[in-house]
């Protein structure tokens, strides 16, 4: 069993900065990518960043330049970095686990609002 852990949410206002973290642990033989996604009230759920296990990152257009995403592949880790927040960055983010036969395993989640 896969579990996947996000940790870091949070209340913030415009301007600031918070950094999201996620564990994942359990019976994955190896994570091929790693990445964050968000989805905002009433909206689908959307790609913020992503990295692979060899350090690729692939970012949204509306974070480029001020969310930066790393790894630990040894401890099966990932945090996103995020500073100048907007309130357009309110949502929920999610963690997301890719292994290396494709199994997709997902977090429960955590709460970013950015107040202006």
């Known amino acids: 069993q896969v579990q996947v852990v996000e940790s870091g949410g949070g209340l913030v206002q415009a301007g600031g900065s918070l950094r999201l973290s996620c564990t994942v642990s359990?019976?994955?033989?190896?994570?091929?990518?790693m990445g964050w996604y968000r989805q905002a009230p009433g909206k689908q759920r959307d790609m913020v960043a992503t990295?692979?296990?060899?350090?690729?990152?692939n970012y949204a257009d509306s974070v480029k330049g001020r969310f930066t995403i790393s790894r630990n592949n040894a401890k099966n880790t990932v945090d996103l970095h995020m500073n100048s927040l907007k309130p357009e960055d309110t949502a929920v983010y999610y963690c997301?686990?890719?292994?290396?036969?494709?199994?997709?395993?997902w977090g429960q989640g955590t709460q970013v609002t950015v107040s202006s």
């Open positions: 990295i692979t296990s060899g350090g690729d990152t």
């Open positions: 359990g019976s994955i033989f190896s994570i091929k990518t």
């Open positions: 997301k686990a890719l292994s290396s036969i494709l199994n997709a395993y």
